[in-house]
């Protein structure tokens, strides 16, 4: 299965992201974890489809991703830096 196409328009919670901005993708189901990765670049595709240059947490390497459903983008205005590890961890 693939994910649904991510409009800049109803995207991820949070509108298309901005670098510098993180995108949080939940983890497996019923594991309760949460994937931080830093906007690094916004890639818009053809019909306005929106994907990411991102480097996770405790990651070295930039990763080109889909958001999948679910995923959200935190201004980092609002989250400097994650808490913690970064698992876990969901504002309110």
Known sequence: ?????QRATDGAVGGP??????LVVPGPLH?????????REVV??????????????GDDDDSFV???PGSRVEPASR?????GDAIGV???
């Open 1 to 5: 299965m693939t994910a649904p196409e």
């Open 17 to 22: 992201g901005r670098p510098g901005d993180w």
């Open 31 to 39: 594991q309760h974890e949460w994937r931080w990765g830093r906007i």
């Open 44 to 57: 818009f595709v053809g019909g306005g489809a929106v994907r990411y240059v991102v480097r996770w947490v």
């Open 66 to 68: 889909v958001p999948p």
């Open 79 to 83: 989250w400097p830096h994650p808490g």
């Open 90 to 92: 969901w504002p309110r």
